[in-house]
């Protein structure tokens, strides 16, 4: 197979990921086991919320606890699976 062949035959899905809190829509940059990354610095108290993976138009939620918060000087958070 050539490397135009396989080029014409893969494929990159459209993702993306938001974490919601309340009314607030945040975009996220990454999702990893524990731990989420914001696209842009927040600042959250201890709260609860809802992971929204979008992957080619079809959604996925999960619940959980950032059980410290967000601070706005560091783009990551740590998170608990509810």
């Not at 993306?16 to 809190?21: E, F, G, Q």
Request: hydrophobic share 35%.
């Amino acid at each position: 197979m050539s490397v135009s062949q396989c080029s014409q035959q893969s494929y990159s899905a459209d993702v993306s990921a938001v974490l919601i809190v309340g009314q607030r829509r945040i975009p996220l940059a990454k999702i990893g086991p524990g731990e989420i990354y914001f696209q842009t610095p927040q600042s959250l108290d201890e709260c609860s919320g809802r992971i929204e993976l979008i992957v080619d138009g079809k959604s996925r939620f999960w619940n959980v606890n950032l059980p410290h918060g967000a601070v706005p000087y560091d783009l990551s958070a740590s998170t608990e699976r509810v």
